[in-house]
């Protein structure tokens, strides 16, 4: 059973940083494709950043030279470093596994950036 858990989530002032781990657990992280997306209220989810199993990562062009995926294979982990956050990136964060045309997703945790 796939099970994908965030945290590092919080309320941070605009400036600030922080940093989302996700542990995942019955999926190797890897092998497979990872990613982080948001949601805000009222919005669809969105792609936040992804990495391949080779490496090769892209981000969404609000948050490339700020957010750093990255991902800690021994520990079956993925982080997402948030850093220069702004009030606009508030959303709930997901981690994403891609296997086999499948989507494996978390439960979650609200990043809220206050002004």
């Known amino acids: 059973q796939v099970q994908l858990v965030e945290s590092g989530g919080g309320l941070v002032q605009a400036g600030g940083s922080l940093r989302l781990s996700c542990a995942a657990s019955?999926?190797?992280?890897?092998?497979?494709?990872v990613g982080w997306y948001r949601q805000a209220p009222g919005k669809q989810r969105e792609l936040v950043a992804t990495?391949?199993?080779?490496?090769?990562?892209n981000y969404a062009d609000s948050v490339r030279g700020r957010f750093t995926i990255s991902r800690d294979n021994i520990g079956n982990m993925l982080y997402l470093q948030m850093n220069s956050l702004k009030p606009e990136d508030t959303a709930t964060y997901y981690c994403?596994?891609?296997?086999?045309?499948?989507?494996?997703w978390g439960q979650g945790t609200q990043v809220t950036v206050s002004s």
């Open positions: 990495s391949t199993s080779w490496g090769r990562t």
């Open positions: 019955g999926i190797i992280v890897s092998i497979n494709e």
């Open positions: 994403n596994v891609h296997r086999d045309l499948h989507d494996y």
